[in-house]
Every structure is written in C-alpha cells, then in structure tokens.
C-alpha cells in the first residue's frame, strides 16, 4: 500500500483516458474509492471490486456536495474540451462549484491534473483554460495539488493516436510550423506513478511541473516514432502555422474528432516543457525517455491490451450529444423483431457478436457500413474512426465504430 492510511478517495473522470486506469491502481494500494458520473452504468461492468459508484453531474452542486460526503481526498480529472468553443466557460464553472463542495465537505486535499505551459507565453484556449481550472479549483481554500503535464504518451491517449496515425498514415507530410515546436511527453506509467504517489505527500500543494527525459519537437517525436516501427518518414514544415487547417488535417486522418482536435492542435503553438525541478525533488517517480514510453504503448496495442481510450470517456461526447435511452415498445415506435436458431452456446455466440465492428468489420454488407461512416464524417460526425477498445471485450461505454455500448448482459444478446 502506497499511503501509510487508507484513505477515503473520490475520483472524478473515471470513465476517461486517466481516471480509469488510476481507480484500479487505487483499489489495489487498499484505499477505499469512488467514483462519480453522469452515467454509472459506464462504470458497473468495470472489474473494479469494491469500488462505490454514485450518479451525478459535477456542475450541480448537490450531486457534488454528495459525491464528497466523507471523502478525504479527491482527484479531479475532468475537461469539456468536446463542448465546443465555450469549453473553458463550463470548465471554470464545475471547477468553482467543486471547489466550493470540497470545502463544504471538509475534504484534505484536491489532486488536478492539468496542462504545462509556461503562464506567459500560452497562445492555447486550452492550456489557459488547463491552467485556470487549477486556481478555480483552489479559490474556495481546499488545498490543491497540481500535476502539470504535456503530451502524455500511452496507448489509447488522444494526444498520441494523433501522433500515431499521421505518421503511421503519412510517407510525405507537409506540416506547419507547429512541428518544430518544443515538447516534454511523459509516459502515461509515469503520470500515473505521480498521481499515486501523491497521497504519501499530504503536505504537498501547489503547482508541480512533470515531464520525461526527452525535450523533442513534434517532428522528432513522430519520427522517433517512425523509427520503432521501420518506417520511413519524410517531414516538411511551412512558414506558416495554419491552426484551423491543421485541426481539419487531423479530424481527416485520425480517429480523434474535430472537436477535440481544434484545442490539441491550437496547443501545439506553445512550447511545454518543465521549467521547474519541485517533482523531481519530492517524488521518486523516475520518468521514462519518450522512446521506452512509445515501446510499451506498441507493446500495448500490439497484444490488444489496451486499458482505456480517450474515445471511451464521457467527455469525448458533444456536451449536447444526448446519452441513448433505452428502448420501449411503449414509446410508440415500430419494431423490427426477427430471430433466428443457432446451433451454438450462447457464450459461443455472445462472443462472436462482441467482436463486430473495429479491424473484423461486419460480416453482412461490410462496404454499406464503410458508406454510412463515410456519409457520417461528411455531416460532421465521427465516421468508423474510433474503432474499438479491445477487438474481443466490451464494456459498457466502449465505442463500436460510430456505435457505443449502453447496456451489456453477457451472454444475452
């Protein structure tokens, strides 16, 4: 057990990249943890024993004050950068009121992670939007400690499926000047060892700058990533740095969507790298070099064993995209019921549907279906592009193509 105490924990965000991969972590050091959403079914199929799940939206502060009852320490790791241009609005508003509930609820401390960047020369929405939400969260007085990371690399991270699939896709790129821009990734082990390792440091508050051993530009990252996979890649930069244009490139050859990418590539302007040796005086997390942090994401990916993705997080919905219903014959609609006897287990079967979609495709009229994402991404949707989590398991809230899943009753169908 990492804590010399069990402590009482809330994590925010658990159905996202970073929340999901830190509940288990947590659960497994002995600490008692919980977890709040706007949707707990996405949480109960996880194999999180013990784990206590409560309903609620973090923008209403009774749903807040209850999710913090008896919470000693609580993690915040929520964003609304799929919310459009006003992301930073709702940001600064459900950090004030979570502050405000922490200090109601008489919670320790609150552990943020957000953005690096140096304050002075941020020209990104989004990492002052980042770097905001920490004092936000502070202003009600509840202490705050502050992780401040770049790009986080790790099989499944917006940041680096970006990377991945441009130079995965690309031979020749024609980039804009953002490419020549400075950057410190860390590997998602080591953000993880900081969040984890931050309950043995109560006294710990304030802003903490992390990063690898690496300073790179963007164009040595992809092709340091080019390299490991024996990939031959060629790199141009424009004098111009075209962020609009870029975000439209992006939306085009990767699977992170328009909404998302537009505040990740307006980022890549500002140099981020640490300017401050605090964690590497506090913690005895030793970050990897960028290149062992893209040896175990591939490693990852290539034995299907990817534990969360961005595209698995509430947050990569639309703030006004609504969340499916379930369907009632009550509800007047005509129904198309057919069945269909197979001579197989239901496990057998149950299987074999779990598996659709992704890199297996669909087994009946698989062009119609590369039609309908086709016609999706020209509306502005999210097409086939998010693919799957895992090609053979599903949990509720994972993505299926332009699909996700809302409710799983293994073996039903």
Not at 38 to 64: F, K, Q, Y
Not at 279 to 286: D, G, L, Y
């Amino acid at each position: 057990m990492s804590s010399a105490t069990r402590l009482h924990i809330l994590v925010t965000g658990a159905t996202g990249y970073i929340g999901g991969r830190l509940v288990p972590r947590l659960l497994a050091t002995g600490h008692a943890v919980r977890c709040v959403s706007r949707n707990p079914d996405r949480l109960a199929t996880h194999p999180w024993p013990g784990v206590e799940i409560v309903a609620g939206n973090l923008g209403d502060p009774e749903a807040a004050d209850r999710a913090l009852q008896g919470i000693e320490v609580a993690y915040y790791l929520v964003h609304s950068m799929a919310a459009g241009h006003a992301f930073w609005e709702r940001d600064r508003l459900m950090a004030t009121r979570f502050g405000e509930a922490a200090a109601r609820a008489g919670v320790r401390r609150i552990i943020y992670l957000g953005g690096l960047g140096d304050p002075s020369h941020v020209q990104s929405w989004h990492l002052v939007s980042r770097q905001e939400v920490g004092r936000c969260l502070a202003a009600a007085g509840v202490p705050v400690l502050e992780f401040r990371a770049a790009v986080i690399v790790g099989s499944g991270s917006a940041s680096f499926e970006i990377l991945r699939h441009l130079t995965e896709r690309l031979p020749i790129m024609i980039t804009p000047t953002w490419v020549n821009t400075r950057c410190q990734p860390i590997g998602i082990r080591s953000v993880l060892g900081y969040l984890i390792e931050a309950l043995d440091h109560p006294a710990a508050t304030g802003v903490f700058e992390i990063g690898g051993l690496d300073v790179l530009t963007y164009r040595e990252m992809m092709l340091r990533y080019a390299a490991q996979r024996g990939l031959r890649r060629v790199i141009w930069a424009l004098p111009v740095p075209l962020p609009q244009l870029s975000s439209l490139w992006v939306d085009l050859l990767t699977p992170v969507p328009l909404s998302i990418a537009r505040p990740l590539v307006e980022s890549l302007r500002t140099e981020v790298i640490v300017r401050s040796d605090r964690a590497r005086h506090t913690f005895s997390v030793q970050p990897t070099g960028y290149d062992e942090a893209v040896k175990l994401a591939l490693a990852r990916l290539a034995a299907d064993d990817v534990e969360t993705t961005w595209a698995s997080s509430l947050a990569s919905l639309a703030q006004d995209e609504p969340e499916a219903d379930a369907l009632r014959s009550f509800e007047g609609m005509l129904l198309d019921s057919r069945r269909r006897r197979v001579r197989a287990p239901p496990a057998r079967v149950f299987e074999a549907l779990s598996s659709l979609g992704g890199d297996e495709g669909w087994p009946a009229g698989n062009f119609l279906w590369q039609l309908r994402g086709m016609m999706d991404r020209l509306v502005g949707g999210t097409g086939m592009r998010r693919g799957r989590r895992r090609p053979r398991e599903l949990l509720v809230g994972d993505p299926v193509d332009f699909w996700r899943v809302e409710a799983l009753e293994p073996p039903h169908l």
